[in-house]
């Protein structure tokens, strides 16, 4: 039990459609990072919020947006869905210290795109 | 830039086996976390160790040890005496600035142990 937990666990969307992914943190944690795994393949870092601030992006296009709240509760907004968003996204949860810390995982959204 | 190399994309051993996962990273940062996680087919990535590179002492927990070695770049895994419940894809991970903590992954190595 990581403390991480994210909706919906399962959809399905139409190509064009718009997606909002959501995820609650770890109590006590302000830094928030999605990530998105297609199929055999390793997670791939789309963007980070720190304090409700963007902090750091991947190579993703600007139709992958994303907030954090003051409760620092974060959404993933995919703008004109493709086939190739089809991917299991998965929200990680950390708090910032001197020592470094660990990350924490939710189970993730499955998105497939038809 | 930042690489995470896992070399071996599925392992299938026999239940009480002993096994290895190889993870070799790259970076040109003198301070950086290694971090070895496992999924189960669930989805969630559940974390198993995190280790910083002015810490080259092996660690083990359990049947679970690992053996960083900063001259090969290398931070391996190795379950002793397999069992069925370890069967999951493993992922090994590198972040360099735990400032903008960006977890870079390797391909992951699927583990099946076989009953």
């Known amino acids: 039990e990581t403390g991480v937990t994210q909706s919906p666990t399962h959809l399905i969307k139409t190509r064009g459609q718009q997606v909002t992914l959501r995820c609650s943190s770890q109590s006590g944690h302000n830094t928030v990072s999605w990530y998105q795994q297609a199929l055999g393949q390793g997670p791939q870092f789309i963007f980070q919020y720190y304090r409700e601030e963007e902090n750091g992006r991947g190579n993703f296009p600007p139709r992958f947006s994303g907030l954090q709240f003051p409760n620092y509760s974060s959404e993933l907004n995919v703008n004109a869905l493709e086939l190739d968003d089809s991917a299991l996204y998965l929200c990680?949860?950390?708090?910032?210290?001197?020592?470094?810390?660990?990350?924490?995982f939710g189970e993730g959204s499955w998105l497939t795109v038809v | 830039a930042q690489k995470v190399t896992q070399a071996q994309t599925e392992i299938s051993v026999v239940e009480k086996e002993d096994v290895t996962l190889d993870c070799v990273y790259e970076t040109r940062d003198t301070t950086y976390y290694l971090f070895w996680y496992k999924q189960p087919p669930s989805g969630e990535l559940v974390f198993l160790i995190r280790r910083n590179s002015f810490d080259e002492q092996n660690e083990i927990s359990g049947r679970y040890s690992w053996n960083f070695q900063k001259s090969t770049s290398s931070f391996n895994f190795t379950i002793t005496a397999s069992q069925v419940v370890d069967s999951a894809v493993y992922f090994c991970?590198?972040?360099?600035?735990?400032?903008?903590?960006?977890?870079?992954f390797g391909t992951g190595t699927r583990l099946t142990i076989i009953p």
């Open positions: 990680a949860s950390s708090s910032r210290g001197p020592s470094g810390n660990t990350i924490y």
């Open positions: 991970a590198l972040i360099v600035n735990f400032g903008n903590e960006k977890l870079t």
